[in-house]
C-alpha cells in the first residue's frame, strides 16, 4: 500500500507539473495539487496514509519537494492553464477513493498544461 499511496502522490504531482487552493502559477498549482491529493489519501485510507508518510504535513512536504513545486513550470512551447489546474484540484479533492487508490485521476489533470 505504501508504493500506491506514494505512486498516486507524485503521479498527479508530475501530471500536473485544500480547501483554499491557488492556482495562478504553476508552482503554487504543483502546491495545491499535492495538497489535494495528501488530503484525499489520508481521508481514503488514514492507517496506509500515516504508515507512509506520517502526517498530512509530511506527505504535502515530501510530495512538493519531489515533484519540484518551487520550479514548476511547463515545458517549452506549452501554456499553463489556471483553469484547468483548479478543475483539476476540485477533481482530486472529490474523487473516489478507488481512484485515489488506483491513481486514476480526472482527465483535465493532463491538461494543465497545453
Given at each position: 500500500?505504501h508504493?500506491?499511496l506514494?505512486?498516486?502522490?507524485?503521479s498527479?504531482?508530475?501530471?500536473?507539473?485544500s480547501?483554499?487552493?491557488n492556482?495562478?502559477?504553476?508552482?503554487?498549482?504543483?502546491?495545491?495539487?499535492?495538497?489535494a491529493?495528501?488530503?484525499?489519501v489520508f481521508?481514503?485510507?488514514?492507517?496506509?496514509?500515516?504508515?507512509?508518510?506520517?502526517?498530512?504535513?509530511?506527505?504535502?512536504?515530501?510530495?512538493?519537494?519531489?515533484a519540484?513545486?518551487s520550479?514548476?513550470?511547463?515545458?517549452?512551447?506549452?501554456?499553463?492553464?489556471?483553469?484547468?489546474?483548479?478543475?483539476?484540484?476540485?477533481?482530486i479533492s472529490?474523487?473516489?477513493?478507488?481512484?485515489?487508490?488506483?491513481?486514476n485521476?480526472?482527465?483535465?489533470?493532463?491538461?494543465?498544461c497545453?
Amino acid at each position: 500500500m505504501h508504493r500506491v499511496l506514494v505512486a498516486a502522490v507524485l503521479s498527479v504531482a508530475f501530471a500536473g507539473c485544500s480547501s483554499s487552493s491557488n492556482t495562478d502559477t504553476p508552482a503554487a498549482a504543483c502546491n495545491s495539487l499535492i495538497t489535494a491529493v495528501c488530503n484525499r489519501v489520508f481521508a481514503c485510507d488514514n492507517a496506509a496514509a500515516t504508515q507512509a508518510f506520517g502526517s498530512v504535513s509530511n506527505c504535502i512536504t515530501t510530495g512538493e519537494t519531489a515533484a519540484g513545486c518551487s520550479t514548476a513550470a511547463c515545458s517549452a512551447g506549452k501554456t499553463f492553464n489556471s483553469g484547468n489546474a483548479s478543475s483539476c484540484v476540485n477533481g482530486i479533492s472529490n474523487a473516489a477513493c478507488a481512484d485515489v487508490e488506483q491513481g486514476n485521476y480526472p482527465a483535465v489533470c493532463d491538461n494543465v498544461c497545453t
